[in-house]
Structures are given as C-alpha cells and as structure tokens.
C-alpha cells in the first residue's frame, strides 16, 4: 500500500513539474503547474474506479468504445461531405466522436458481465467470480443442524464458506470434557459432513484468519467484510453487532418465525393442551412447529385435545405466542355435530 502511494505522489509531481515548465495554454507557470495537479487528481481518481471494475466490464467497455470510435469516424466521413461551415463541421465531428466513444463505453460494460472469460482459457481462466453470493457458516448455525435441511431444498446459493477458526472451535467443542458441549460439536461436524455430501451446495474451506482478533465472531465479521460475503448465524448477539458494522446477515430464526402460519384473532385453532399454564385455569399447547399457545379456561382439559378461540397474537424477537380461549359451548357443539356425521 505505502508503495503505491509513493508512485502516485511521483506521478503527480512529475505532472506539476511538466506542466509549470512546458506551460500548456499559455498559462502562466504556477497556473499551469496547479493545472497540471488538477488533470493528475482527475487521472488517479479514475483509476481508483477502474481498479474496482471486474475484468469483463473492463473488457466490454474497451470493445464498445473501440466500436464508438469506427461508428463516428464513418459518420464524420458522412459529415465531411455535407455543406456545413468548416468550424461548424469540425464541432460536429467532435461532438459525434465524444458522443459514440461515451456511448460504446457505458454499453459495452453494462454488457460486459454478459462475457463468459472462461471459455476463452488462457489469461482470463483466472478471473474469480464475485463474492457477493458466498455465506460464511458460524458455528452455532452448523451445531443448529436446520442450514443442512435448508441447503437440501436448494434456496441457498453462491458458495457455503467454513473458515478454519471456526472448524477449530467446532473441535473444541467435539473435545470438550463436557458430555452436553462434546455432543453438540461433534454433532456440527456431522451436519458439516451431511451438507458436503448435498451434490447442488458448493462448500469452500478457507484458511483466512485474523491473529490479532481473538473472538471468532468478530472474526467473521472481518471476513465478511472482506470478501462481501454474507453471515448465516442464529446467533442473536453475533446478528446485532454484524448489522452495526454494514455486514448482511441471514438469521436461521427469522427465517423459521417468517415461516410461521398466520392466525388471526377470532380464528379457532384445534390444540392438545399439555401443561397447566402460569396463571389460574391456564392451560399450554404447542404447535407443530414449537409455538406456544396459551389458553384460559383450559386447566382442566390437560392431556385433551380442544378446540381453542384465538384472541390475540404476540410476536416477540424469541418468536411468536398465540393466547387464546377454551369455550365448552364451543366445544359441545362441535361434538355434537362429529356424533351427527
């Protein structure tokens, strides 16, 4: 980095000398050295925007001005023959010139993403794709085990990254003397191993690390920021302070509580009620997909299956809760009309 500074500022330096000793336009000395400066700005910040250019925009932009120029150079012989003034004709020509040239440049690299550099082998086999579509895998995520099934429906695209310093994390945990922690990593590494075996989801093993951050959640945070990858975590903390920094982060629980179905108060849900609630006469139910369904008047109706009106609806950052009323009308009517049938 500091090598690149130091080739900029002789470059500059250079154009300043040049242009107070030539003076161009006949300026006067410091004015055209002050100009000289101005153009060297000018060319270094173009540069700095080339530089984040892909190679086929570079490519497609190099091909359509290219273009350009053969385009207004035909028009300009077309215009050479018409019967405008020489100073109007010569404004013409410059006109069409900038005009084609500007023209086949923004085309050519909107167009250039369009190139396969690939398939022509050779220099441009080695043109990486973008990050934009890698996610980095934290460690609680692959422990969660829920990211091998997502994988298996294919919504994940783009590239599943493991950095290292979280597969030795996971071996910690397979290590651990704890009988909960032992079984919870070597569970990750068998999720690991399931979603390397998934023929459509490409996993990447990376040995970036960053020894001086010491934190493996900070670590990805890093990493991300890098290689414009996105997190996928559950990691509630890990969520927060990745958003705080400008990092994308997919969150295993949001997406489970976005899949949630709706209920709406004054639906009527069927429930097993089974516990007795926190407050008098209430009773618990669980759905299907863990949420809770608290219902008054249900104490009594425990290890039954009810149904069960909805009164209102609570979503919480933990997930959703669904607070209903158990009506032995409502009940008795639908037994009856199950006796009619």
């Known amino acids: 980095m500091l090598d690149w500074l130091i080739v900029r500022f002789v470059f500059l330096l250079i154009l300043f000398f040049a242009s107070y000793y030539l003076q161009p336009f006949g300026l006067e000395s410091l004015y055209a050295g002050i ?13 700095v ?4 250019a892909s190679l086929k925009r570079l490519i497609g932009a190099a091909i359509g001005s290219l273009l350009g120029i053969i385009g207004a150079y035909l028009m300009s012989l077309v215009l050479g023959q018409s019967v405008f003034p020489r100073n109007t004709l010569s404004f013409l020509q410059i006109v069409v010139m900038l005009w084609m040239t500007y023209i086949g440049l923004v085309v050519g690299a909107a167009k250039g993403d369009m190139l396969n550099l690939a398939a022509l082998g ?27 099934d997502i994988c298996a429906t294919g919504f994940i695209e783009g590239v599943l990254v493991i950095p290292q310093f979280v597969l030795r994390e996971l071996q910690q945990v397979a290590d651990s003397s704890d009988p909960l922690k032992r079984n919870r990593g070597r569970r990750g590494l068998d999720i690991l191993q399931k979603i390397q075996k998934i023929a459509s989801v490409n996993v990447q093993i990376v040995d970036d690390d960053f020894p001086h951050i010491r934190e493996v959640d900070l670590k990805l945070i890093e990493l991300a920021k890098i290689t414009e990858a996105k997190i996928i975590t559950n ?50 139910a669980y759905l299907d997909d863990g949420t809770m369904v608290v219902v008054d008047n249900a104490k009594k109706m425990i290890s039954k299956t009810i149904d069960v009106s909805v009164t209102s609806v609570l979503q919480t950052t933990a997930g959703k809760m669904i607070f209903g009323k158990f009506d032995e009308r409502l009940q008795t009517q639908r037994t009856q009309q199950a006796v009619n049938e």
């Open 49 to 52: 925007r080339l530089s984040r």
């Open 235 to 284: 990691d509630f903390n890990l969520n927060k302070v990745a958003q705080l920094q400008g990092v994308d982060v997919l969150n295993i629980n949001e997406l489970t509580n976005s899949l949630k179905p709706v209920v709406l108060p004054g639906e009527t849900m069927r429930v097993f009620i089974l516990k007795e609630g926190k407050e008098m006469n209430q009773g618990v």
């Open 122 to 148: 050779g220099l441009f086999s080695g043109e990486k794709p973008s990050k934009r579509t890698h996610k980095i895998l934290d460690t609680s995520v692959i422990i969660d085990g829920r990211i091998a």
């Open 35 to 47: 100009a000289g400066l101005c153009i060297g700005f000018a060319i270094l910040i173009f540069e």
